[in-house]
């Protein structure tokens, strides 16, 4: 027998076990990476400056630390809007009453493409139909163009049967943002429910 080899000093199996066990506990603790929507990593989205309900000017840091449901509409509308705002409204409700602390961490939005009728106070009778919480937003025709570019919202005026009279064709689509206002995922308007308006933000927001 080889006496250099016998008498190396050898790892005892204690240690190794050890140094094992950490490693095993470095892999299961390790931060899970944040689930992915269909909207992470988009270009959708960025800084905006409007005009609240109340009158305030808020930008998109105003809302910084909270998720954002951000639907595009108008008041005037005769259907989708309204439908769109109630699905939304009723999917953060649930969303809440079964994740409290969770829910309040939840802005919602209602921008409107229609700023000419949509004054604070137009905006702010609208928003109190659908959730107690939903915050309307007007401002210039510039801000909002701005906005609808920023969002990547197609929105184009179409004269009514009546003199003076308009109504909008416009992309109707529920927004999810995150807290630092980066997009996450969204559910085409016709199509959402207010069951998968709570799914979503049960998939993402804790």
Not at 11 to 22: D, I, S
Not at 147 to 168: D, M, N, Q, W
Request: proline share 9%; aromatic share 10%.
């Amino acid at each position: 027998m080889n006496r250099h080899l016998t008498n190396l000093p050898r790892l005892p199996l204690v240690l190794l076990l050890v140094a094992l066990a950490a490693l095993g506990a470095m892999w299961f603790l390790r931060p899970e990476a944040p689930p992915q929507g269909n909207l992470s990593g988009s270009a959708v989205g960025g800084p905006f400056t409007l005009v609240d309900e109340t009158g305030r000017t808020v930008t998109s840091d105003s809302f910084k630390g909270q998720w954002r449901l951000m639907y595009f509409g108008f008041t005037y509308c005769p259907d989708v809007c309204p439908v769109d705002a109630a699905k939304v409204g009723a999917g953060l409700a649930a969303f809440e009453a079964a994740n409290p602390k969770a829910g309040a961490k939840v802005q919602p939005l209602f921008v409107t493409v229609d700023p000419e009728r949509d004054t604070p106070a137009a905006l702010a009778e609208f928003t109190d139909n659908f959730h107690p919480r939903m915050l309307g937003l007007t401002g210039s025709r510039e801000q909002i163009d701005a906005a609808l570019k920023t969002f990547r919202i197609f929105a184009s005026k179409v004269p009514g049967v009546t003199e003076g009279s308009y109504t909008y064709d416009h992309l109707a689509v529920i927004y999810l943002l995150d807290p630092e206002g980066r997009p996450v995922e969204f559910v085409a308007g016709p199509t959402a429910t207010p069951d998968s308006v709570q799914a979503m933000l049960e998939r993402f927001v804790a």
